[in-house]
């Protein structure tokens, strides 16, 4: 399909570019690819002209932790529901994390994920591999294998590896071939029970806490294995002014780290709870406005590498519980972009700068040639077109997610994506109101 995107204002953060809308910002694509900006190339008929009057065009966002439930959990979400909800929300490819059941810990299981995902042809799929097998923190996976299967990175997930020789060996193996190892840091002891942020407020509220010295004694051990052998680590979720900082400091030194927070943690802190709203149950918690306001900072002077959904969406039985035992998680695919927006816009960051932390620099993460987080002549054609101050409520009704889950149900963001591109195909089009197969 020939398409020429028109009358929109063209950022790509990776190049810096940021055209008002006009001529020069126009995109033709053909094949795929992004056959030119500005003037059409000769000769060029497109089969479809899509006006982007007051929407901003921009790289398809990339999301560096997605779980969409298969296989293994068919009955919170499935690969239908959320590539759908991905693409709505503008994301053109997401890492999903490896907690699944099985667990991806298998070549075979991997490629069979990848096969679903390509028949479905939604977002496109970045599988991270297990660190250990079944996840258990006893015995390494053979990560070269799963790297041919199409695994980007290795992970434990939420789970956690009680022997730190199993972590340093398995940190060896992959420095050996190039792999980067992503990390949850949360020291298990520390943490063990904990289901909100240790402070007053959850005092009060009787609820078991989480300290943020669980996060921070697990990034000292974290640096002082990357020290001894030099793997590249990813961090997950990063939640805490303490945490954030040790980051800081690890980088001065030279070490190979990169880390990404959840987009929920920009906005909500420990009070947001309120009288026990479970769908406030996350994991890391919200922390406190120190934290939050740290996080926030921590973005725009580039300590932290991007921003991510951790859209985990989870049945309606399992959040009806009492907070302690309402299992953790929120849908987030589609709400990834307002968010970045929503803080770009209070703490006064220019919208390349946002935009940079959903698109290159998850990019830069991945380091897969097919996570490009760019727009370029010749490059694929995965385009995100958004209008900026188009407000809409977040509810059921307007969520695509199979879990509906998220404690901005009933509050207003402004931020909505009109068509997404992948591969040159329209994966998602509200101008003509439904996904395009």
Known sequence: MKLSIVNGRLVDPASGLDL????????????????????????????????????????????LAARLREPGFEYKATLESEMQAAVAGGITGLACPPDTDPTLDEPGLVEMLKHRARGIEGTRLFPVGSLTLGLKGEVITEMAELAEAGCVGFSQALAPIMDTQVLMRAMQYARTYGFTVWLHPQDPHLARNGVAHAGP?????????????????????????????????????????????????????GLSVSCDVAAHHLHMIDLDIGFFDANCRVDPPFRSQRDRDAIRAALADGTVDAICSDHTPVDDDAKQLPFGEAEPGVTGLELLLPLTLKWAQEAGVPLATALAKISS??????????????????????????DPREAWVVSRATLLSQGAHT?????????RVRLTLVGGRIAWDRMAGARSA
């Open 20 to 63: 008002a809308a006009g001529a020069g910002s126009a995109v033709h694509v053909a094949d795929g690819r992004i056959l030119a900006f500005g003037e059409a190339p000769a000769g060029f008929s497109p089969d479809r002209r899509i006006d982007a009057t007051g929407c901003v065009v921009a790289p398809g966002l990339l999301d």
């Open 201 to 253: 407020y959850a005092s009060r509220l009787g609820l078991p806490g989480v300290p943020v010295i669980a996060e921070t004694v697990a990034l000292n051990t974290i640096f002082d294995l990357v020290r001894v052998t030099g793997c590249r680590v990813h961090l997950c979720r990063l939640s805490s002014a303490a945490g954030l900082e040790l980051v800081r400091r690890a980088r001065a030194e």
């Open 361 to 386: 620099g998850p990019a830069a993460v991945l380091g897969v040639p097919e996570a490009t987080g760019r727009l370029e002549t010749g490059g694929p054609a995965d385009l995100c077109v958004f």
């Open 407 to 415: 404690p901005y149900v009933g509050r207003e963001l402004e931020g």
